[in-house]
């Protein structure tokens, strides 16, 4: 059973476009936060989210946490060939486990 | 060191022998975490290391599968006998401390087991 889900799984957009990308679970999560991977290389933090309702934004990127913390989601505005890569969303159950739980995953391809 | 070092970064391996991966942490982490994640999928929980004790080991795929942490730092994944179904992108990661805190990752050590 996967506890948390990413839709879509693949995305391929043109330069400039927006894009949304989602994290859904049942489950509620102390703490979220997204991971952008490159190919030959181990996923990179891009923030974390611990409040319900919390939106941060990094540049382009403009993540949300969930009122509930059951789900979050990340919108690229503007998308570049730079923002090509593996996102992946990971989160820390409520009842204060170590174990971070991640996502299955969305494949990005910003075509210039 | 500076990040989160794994070695070997690629190994490939007949079936049926035994490999050992290599973790360093970043100096002064006391978790670490190992993840296995298959060719473009998400990371699958292996096991989580607090200090040199293992408090949780269900994500290992088998009793083939095992690891150890020294010293609270470095910490080796064994596999024995491997299989092809083992050939994964294996991933480290340390965080300062248990839960709630930004892990950091290595850059993982490729399996192929042919």
């Known amino acids: 059973t996967q506890l948390l889900e990413q839709s879509p799984q693949f995305l391929s957009i043109q330069e400039g476009e927006n894009l949304t990308v989602y994290c859904n679970s049942s489950?509620?999560?102390?703490?979220l936060q997204w991971y952008r991977q490159e190919p030959g290389e181990g996923p990179v933090l891009l923030v974390t989210?611990?409040?319900?309702?919390e939106v941060k934004k990094l540049k382009r990127l403009t993540f949300q946490f969930g009122d509930a913390r059951k789900d979050s989601s990340l919108h690229i505005t503007a998308a570049q060939p730079g923002d090509t890569g593996l996102y992946l969303c990971?989160?820390?159950?409520?009842?204060?486990?170590?174990?971070?739980?991640f996502g299955t995953g969305t494949r990005l391809k910003v075509l210039a | 060191g500076a990040g989160v070092s794994q070695s070997p970064s690629n190994k490939v391996t007949e079936k049926g022998k035994d490999v050992e991966l290599r973790c360093d942490p970043i100096?002064?982490?006391?978790?670490l975490y190992w993840y296995r994640q298959s060719l473009g999928q998400g990371l699958e929980f292996l096991i989580y290391?607090?200090?040199?004790?293992?408090?949780?080991k269900s994500g290992l795929p088998s009793d083939r599968f095992s690891a150890e942490r020294t010293g609270g730092s470095v910490s080796t994944l064994t596999i024995q006998r491997t299989q092809q179904e083992d050939s994964a992108v294996y991933l480290c990661?340390?965080?300062?401390?248990?839960?709630?805190?930004?892990?950091?990752f290595g850059e993982g050590s490729w399996l192929t087991v042919v």
């Open positions: 990661a340390s965080s300062p401390v248990s839960s709630g805190n930004t892990i950091y």
């Open positions: 489950s509620v999560f102390s703490s």
């Open positions: 989210v611990v409040t319900g309702g």
């Open positions: 990971a989160g820390v159950l409520t009842s204060g486990t170590y174990k971070y739980i």
């Open positions: 100096s002064g982490h006391t978790a």
């Open positions: 290391f607090q200090g040199n004790s293992a408090p949780d």
